[in-house]
Every structure is written in structure tokens, then in C-alpha cells.
């Protein structure tokens, strides 16, 4: 065997306690949270949070006032508003290339997380939804989960941490006040 895996079986053997309901489901939030917080502070420490705000204020500012020209097909309003269009676009290159930075740094890491623990969930429920969703939208069977013998719906590790990561992740991002 190779020296990559080598590594993958050992760190998937140190996380064979957590393969199993009901720890899989709380380590899987668990690595959401941390994923979250981590990547939420290497924006604050990558970005110029202030300046996006403000570039964030100017593109709404013009944006309203696009949305007025175009109601009231005032010439001189249009004219305006297409004159400062390129300065606008310039503002949104900007913002884009600051989101960027952190993003950057962050996706192999991310990539490398997620595959391994993809390896370790492979093809198994991590999580229980308290109904069959099955019922209801029957294509997602063995496409984000499987109907357990129970007849509740069992979630699989990639659609259990896009569950907890839009739910937390949102929540991890308010708190470090970057609702942008």
C-alpha cells in the first residue's frame, strides 16, 4: 500500500467509534459546526469585512436607483445610472475577489475532510429523520437516505451535513456578524 493510504485507514480506524448511530449523528454536526466556525474566521481574518459592508451599501444604493429609472424612464436618470454602471461592476469584481481569498485557503482542506469522512459513512445512514419523508417525495430514497425497518427515513453522511451546515452555518456566521 501507498503512504496516502496508509493514513486513510489509520484515521479511519481512530474514527471507528463515531461510524455508528447515534454518534455518527452528533460527530457529523460536530465537524459542521467546526467546519463552519473555521472557515467563518478565516474570512473575518482574510477579508475587510467594514469594506464590503459598505461596498455591499453602495451596490443596493444603485441598485434602487436602476430599478427607479427603470420605472420612471426618466432619460437623464438612465443616463446617469449607466454612467456609474462600470464603477458598480468594478465594486462587485472587488467584493468577489475578497470572498474568494478565504475560500482560497479553505477548499482542500474542506475536500480532504469530506472525503474522508465519505469513505466512513459510505453508503450508511448517519441520522434519522422522526418520519418517513420517503412517502412524501418517494425519489429520495437511496438518493439522500433509505427507509429504515422502522419506517423512518435514515439520512446519509453528505445530505445529514448539508442539513447541519445551511442550519448552523447561517447561525455560525450571524453571530460573527457576516449575514452578508
Known amino acids: 500500500?501507498?503512504?496516502?493510504?496508509?493514513?486513510?485507514?489509520?484515521?479511519?480506524?481512530?474514527?471507528?467509534?463515531?461510524?455508528?448511530?447515534?454518534?455518527?449523528?452528533?460527530?457529523?454536526?460536530?465537524?459542521?459546526?467546526a467546519i463552519g466556525a473555521i472557515s467563518t474566521m478565516a474570512t473575518v481574518r482574510l477579508t475587510d469585512t467594514e469594506q464590503l459592508k459598505a461596498d455591499m451599501e453602495v451596490i443596493k444604493a444603485w441598485q434602487a436607483k436602476m430599478n427607479l429609472a427603470r420605472k420612471t424612464m426618466d432619460p437623464v436618470l438612465l443616463q446617469e445610472v449607466m454612467e456609474s454602471q462600470s464603477q458598480v461592476m468594478t465594486i462587485q469584481a472587488r467584493m468577489m475577489q475578497?470572498?474568494?481569498?478565504?475560500?482560497?485557503?479553505?477548499?482542500?482542506?474542506?475536500?480532504?475532510?469530506?472525503?474522508?469522512?465519505?469513505?466512513?459513512?459510505?453508503?450508511?445512514?448517519?441520522?434519522?429523520?422522526?418520519?418517513?419523508?420517503?412517502?412524501?417525495?418517494?425519489?429520495?430514497?437511496?438518493?439522500v437516505g433509505v427507509e429504515m425497518p422502522n419506517g423512518e427515513f435514515g439520512l446519509f453522511f453528505w445530505s445529514w451535513y448539508a442539513l447541519a451546515s445551511m442550519s448552523l452555518g447561517g447561525l455560525i456566521r450571524r453571530l460573527a456578524n457576516l449575514g452578508m
Not at 22 to 28: A, L
Not at 111 to 139: D, E, R, S
Request: with cysteine; glycine share 4%; hydrophobic share 60%.
Open 98 to 143: 475578497a470572498r474568494m481569498k478565504p475560500m482560497c485557503v479553505f477548499y482542500i482542506p474542506f475536500i480532504i475532510i469530506f472525503g474522508i469522512l465519505n469513505m466512513l459513512y459510505a453508503g450508511t445512514p448517519v441520522a434519522i429523520l422522526p418520519f418517513n419523508i420517503q412517502k412524501v417525495l418517494p425519489f429520495l430514497n437511496g438518493w
Open 1 to 33: 500500500m501507498d503512504i496516502i493510504s496508509d493514513i486513510t485507514q489509520a484515521i479511519l480506524a481512530v474514527l471507528e467509534p463515531v461510524s455508528h448511530m447515534p454518534y455518527s449523528t452528533v460527530f457529523v454536526v460536530v465537524v459542521s459546526v
